[in-house]
């Protein structure tokens, strides 16, 4: 099975200053988004394994692409999310379809790691519509420092018979974090928790 993809966006943020103060080096996030057929626009299917395949598919190749465009490898992410936005024809089911059975496995390949769940949202809209990325610590969902967010539109999509699909990473946490819980140097990684 193989995704149609339209085309692929690749996004870099880099923050260099917040609230007048220098962040050096500058936290830094790459979101990957596929414009994709959605293969059960318009109808009701009740076997959705075609997007599950597709999912995976995209979950490696997103990641990849992601880490790539942040020139860093694999294990050195330590924040990710996923995301999905079904355009009109579609349902939500399908990115759940796309985002949840099997796409995190790939990820995490391309991670080298990722004890935590991959934190995702999914949503239906059309051309232009905002999709957010939630993303949190990969090894460890209790380090607050990176409980964040990156948004992303594509102009021209999704059109009604397609799914946006997106990955984000980065390499670091959000800009002068300071709220308190667990730091990156208290990782376990053991229970993707602590």
Known sequence: ???KIRKI???VEETHMEMGRAISPPTRRAAVVAVIENPFAGRYVEDLSELVAIGEELGGLLAQKAVDALGIAGPAAQSYGKAALVGENGE???AAALLHPKMGTPVRKVLGKGAALIPSSKRRGGLGAELDIPLGHKDAAYVRSHF???QVSVPDAPRANEIVVAVAV???GRPLPRVGGLTTADIKGEDGLR
């Open 148 to 150: 964040d967010g990156m």
């Open 1 to 3: 099975m193989s995704a």
């Open 92 to 94: 939500l089911e399908h």
């Open 170 to 172: 980065t390499d670091s």
């Open 9 to 11: 966006i690749t996004i």
